[in-house]
């Protein structure tokens, strides 16, 4: 078995990182920067930046801020939000990103993912699928989950794959924020159609919940927020209980906070 990778995400708003619940009701989780590297000398295996309104405010990715946040950390770090080509996609990875994420921009332009994977390969590109159910299905949303697109979202990750995107980030929308427990039905359904990794996110809430986004949902990584930027779970010992249920992780045996 893979190591299965434990991601916190850094959401920004006007340069702070951000919490809500279900896309919306956004408040205050503190200075990214400290967070990120707080989140490194916690044993993180990757990290994750979200500029959550660059798309809607129709501008590119804080680059100054990636800048700064990859100053503090030796651990990959991806970057997304507002990108929509290959320069810009540039921009970032000199400004310190390992991989980016694209979502709005791969619905509108879904070659941007070949052309990505073909100039910096398939695995500095990750394809971010923010979902909500609808009836027997999950439908894509774009634009901070603001936007409906009438995709299928198991349809739409399998193009994705095929134009050569290396990761999915898949958020259940019905679960951010809630706590709830991760979205298993959508994960085993997306695992079922792709062989490239998936990163679960969207309703942590417990330990147990993360064990079974991996073992259930067969995910390949856990992305959390608000569980880990409150400090509700310590990630060395959400480590140690996965390793408990039997789930391969990497653990730095002098981290102990």
Not at 111 to 128: E, K, M, Y
Not at 167 to 176: C, F, P, V
Not at 192 to 197: C, D, L, N, S
Request: net charge negative.
């Amino acid at each position: 078995m893979l190591t299965k990778r434990i991601i916190p995400c850094l959401d920004i708003k006007d340069g702070r990182t951000v919490k809500g619940v279900n896309f919306v009701g956004l408040r205050d989780a503190g200075d990214p920067v400290e967070l990120a590297q707080r989140y490194t000398e916690e044993s993180a295996d990757e990290l994750v930046f979200l500029d959550i309104t660059a798309t809607k405010e129709k501008r590119k990715t804080l680059v100054t801020l990636v800048k700064d946040i990859a100053k503090h950390i030796n651990i990959p770090f991806t970057v997304g939000g507002g990108i929509k080509a290959v320069d810009e996609i540039t921009d970032i990875l000199k400004a310190g990103a390992d991989k980016v994420s694209l979502n709005s921009a791969i619905v509108h332009d879904p070659d941007l993912i070949t052309r990505a994977s073909d100039a910096f390969g398939s695995q500095a590109v990750v394809a971010a699928v923010d979902a909500k159910r609808r009836d027997d299905h999950w439908e894509v949303f774009i634009s901070g989950g603001s936007k409906a697109t009438g995709l299928d979202a198991i349809e739409w990750i399998q193009k994705t794959e095929r134009l050569g995107a290396g990761e999915i980030l898949l958020t259940s929308m019905d679960r951010d924020g809630t706590k709830s427990g991760f979205d298993l039905e959508l994960l085993e359904e997306v695992n079922k159609h792709i062989t490239i990794p998936v990163i679960a996110s969207g309703g942590a809430g417990t330990m147990q919940h993360c064990c079974d986004a991996v073992t259930i949902g067969k995910a390949d990584a856990v992305l959390a927020a608000s569980i880990f930027h409150f400090r509700e779970i310590k990630i060395n010992e959400l480590k140690l209980k996965m390793q408990e249920e039997g789930i391969d992780v990497r653990i730095l045996q002098e981290s102990t906070d």
